[in-house]
């Protein structure tokens, strides 16, 4: 019988101790309106997982949905820094 040895090194606590870079702090403070939109929509969309969502709860997913598309769009069409910008 063959023995099933890792091939790449552990992970251990040592390795998890770096702390993330300006240029990923900036990417997380861009995307901050998307994320905060998407959990939105998913705090309406739990709150109906285990009853019949009445008109409200149908109106607070649908307004949601539309907070997450707006926060992406505007994302989108934020120009990146160091990017040429588009006419």
Known sequence: MKTIVA????????SLE????SA???AIEREMPV???ELELLDAQITVLDRTPSPLDMRRIRRARRRVLVARRELTNRAVPGSPEVA
């Not at 091939?7 to 040592?14: F, G, K």
């Open 7 to 14: 091939l790449q090194a552990l992970v251990t606590a040592a």
């Open 35 to 37: 994320i905060t939109a």
């Open 18 to 21: 770096i702390e993330p870079t």
């Open 24 to 26: 990923e702090l900036d």
